[in-house]
């Protein structure tokens, strides 16, 4: 399987491409990123519209200011995209869905098969914990540029699933009074070199529990999506995420 990385230079590029060289029949052609340069024999580009290499995936760990360019590319050639990037708007949202009714897209923002177990657990957990007050803490390395993280959105969404009712609440500096009973709090804390770690608390009386899944690696996010570069490798169209993977592998 041929991929180009976009975001080439960048840390999760960098695994990528040692990623593949464990896996044995997975080529990084090429990349892309903000400088072009050779990295013994890899180009990476400054400009989607100058690559001449094909494949059959492009895997995006870049940021959400190359997603026009990577869309643009992607449609014009018929190249399935894997979109791990975070912090898309409304706008990019609906670009990436009008995108998929041509080309497949597979897009998540946490590529670990752990966190989308972790996700898909604490649904369950919701279901039967009603009344429980839930609490979400991330924390990540100091050179994070969003907050909250895309996973924790993930496991709002997950549980706004279970109960559309509530509300999301960002930390509660200046707020006055008792903790609303339909809030999700979600807390981000930044710092040192923290690859990643979610814990989601379910807070009852006399008990809590408490889901937690820490990465101990950016390896787990370079298999992710590989594995699912290699899902949509042959897909003609359409919008996957991780939950298709995991239903594909069940």
Do not use: W
């Not at 907050?147 to 200046?174: H, L, N, Q, W």
């Not at 989601?200 to 996010?221: K, W």
């Not at 594995?227 to 490798?233: E, G, H, L, P, S």
């Amino acid at each position: 399987m041929k991929i180009i990385i976009c975001g080439a230079l960048g840390k999760m590029g960098a695994k990528l491409r040692e990623n593949a060289k464990t896996q044995g029949d997975v080529i990084p052609v090429c990349g892309v990123d903000k400088t072009a340069t050779d990295l013994n024999g890899f180009k990476v580009y400054d400009d989607f519209g100058k690559i001449t290499e094909k494949a059959d995936a492009v895997i995006d760990f870049s940021s959400k200011s190359t997603l026009n360019a990577l869309l643009s590319y992607c449609l014009k050639t018929g190249t399935p995209a894997v979109l791990c990037s975070t912090g898309y708007d409304k706008e990019d949202i609906a670009a990436i869905n009008k995108a998929s009714e041509k080309i497949a897209i597979f897009r998540s923002a946490n590529m670990s098969l752990g966190v989308n177990v972790l996700i898909e657990t604490v649904k369950f957990a919701a279901k039967r914990l009603y009344g429980f007050d839930i609490e979400i803490i991330e924390k990540h390395h100091n050179k994070k540029a969003d907050a909250p993280s895309g996973t924790a959105v993930m496991i709002k969404d997950g549980i706004k699933e279970v109960f559309p009712e509530k509300t999301e609440v960002y930390g509660r500096c200046g707020i006055v009074g008792a903790r609303d009973r339909n809030e999700i709090g979600i807390h981000a804390v930044r710092g040192g070199t923290i690859v990643g770690e979610h814990q989601v608390i379910f807070a009852g009386d006399n008990e809590t529990l408490t889901f937690t899944h820490q990465a101990e690696s950016r390896d787990v996010f370079a298999a992710g999506a590989i594995k699912a570069a290699r899902f949509i490798a042959n897909k003609k169209q359409g919008l996957f995420d991780m939950k298709d993977l995991l239903a594909e592998n069940a």
